[in-house]
C-alpha cells in the first residue's frame, strides 16, 4: 500500500466567483483513528454476530479495498474547463 | 559507455550479479538516462519502446482539446459552452485498485451487469476476468495510445505516462 495523500486541492471558477480549497487529508487519518477507537466494541460485535453469514469477511475486504483506492488517490489530477467555468482538482 | 555500465558489466564478469540481474540494471540505466533531458511531453512509454526498455506507467491520461482558431462556422465545443478543455491524470495504481475493488461485487450484481451487457450485445461475462489478466492488461497500457480528432476539430487523447 502506497502512502496516503496529505492534500486535496479544489479550485472553482466561473464568471461571477473563484474559490480555492486545499484540504488537509492527512488530518483525516487521525479522526479516523479516533472514532475506530471509539466504535471498536460495537464493530467487533457486528463482526461477531455477522461471522456465520461471511458477510464480516466480506465488510473487512471492502474496507481494506476502500484504504487501498484512497492511498492510490495520489497524484489525480482532473481539469476541466469550458468558456466560463473552470474546475481543478488535485491530490498530493 | 557511462561509468554506471561499467561498473555492471564488472559486477557481471565477477560473477556478483546473474545476467538476469545485469540486463535488469542496463535497461533500469538506459531508462534513466533517456529520461534526462525530458521536455515534459509526458510520453515516456514511447520513448521507451524506441529504446527498447520498458518502465511501468504510471498515470493514466485523457486529454479534450477544442479546436483552435476558425472552426468555419461549426462552433467547437469550447464557444458552445459545453465542457471545453479537459486534462485528467489517473494514477494507474487508483485503476488497479479499482479492478481489484471490483471483485468484491456481490453475485447477484455481477448477473446483472452480465444481463445489461448481454442486452447491448456484448457476450462477456465479467466473472471469467482473473487477477492475472487485469495485470497483464494495465501492463499492455504502457503500450497504448488512442488518438481521436472529431468533426468540430476537437481532440481526444488517452495515454499513458
Known amino acids: ?92 | 559507455m557511462s561509468e554506471s555500465q561499467k561498473k555492471i558489466l564488472e559486477m557481471l564478469a565477477q560473477n556478483k550479479i546473474s545476467v538476469e540481474d545485469a540486463h535488469r540494471l542496463l535497461s533500469a540505466i538506459g531508462a534513466d538516462e533517456g529520461g534526462r533531458g525530458d521536455t515534459g511531453t509526458g510520453h515516456e512509454p514511447e520513448r521507451d519502446r524506441r529504446s527498447g526498455t520498458k518502465t511501468n506507467p504510471k498515470y493514466l491520461r485523457v486529454t479534450v482539446t477544442p479546436a483552435e482558431g476558425d472552426t468555419g462556422g461549426k462552433g467547437n465545443l469550447f464557444q458552445d459552452g459545453n465542457v471545453g478543455r479537459v486534462n485528467v491524470r489517473v494514477p494507474m495504481s487508483l485503476i488497479h485498485a479499482g479492478i481489484k475493488l471490483s471483485s468484491l461485487i456481490p453475485g447477484e450484481a455481477l448477473d446483472k451487469a452480465n444481463h445489461a451487457l448481454k442486452e447491448r450485445g456484448i457476450n462477456f461475462d465479467i466473472r471469467h476476468v482473473k487477477p492475472e489478466d487485469i495485470e497483464e492488461l494495465i501492463e499492455a497500457l504502457g503500450d497504448m495510445q488512442i488518438d481521436v480528432e472529431g468533426g468540430r476539430g476537437e481532440k481526444v487523447k488517452v495515454f499513458v505516462e
Not at chain 1, 474496507?63 to 487501498?68: D, F, G, I
Open chain 1, 1 to 92: 500500500m502506497s502512502r496516503p495523500p496529505i492534500l486535496m486541492h479544489i479550485r472553482f471558477k466561473n464568471e461571477d466567483r473563484s474559490f480555492g480549497l486545499w484540504l488537509p487529508l492527512f488530518l483525516l487519518l487521525p479522526l479516523a483513528l479516533v472514532v475506530l477507537i471509539i466504535l471498536s466494541p460495537l464493530i467487533l460485535v457486528a463482526l461477531f454476530l455477522l461471522w456465520p453469514s461471511g458477510w464480516s469477511l466480506w465488510a473487512l475486504k471492502v474496507l481494506k479495498a476502500a484504504c487501498v483506492s484512497f492511498c492510490a488517490m495520489r497524484g489525480l489530477e482532473v481539469d476541466v474547463q469550458n468558456a466560463s467555468q473552470h474546475v481543478y482538482i488535485s491530490v498530493v
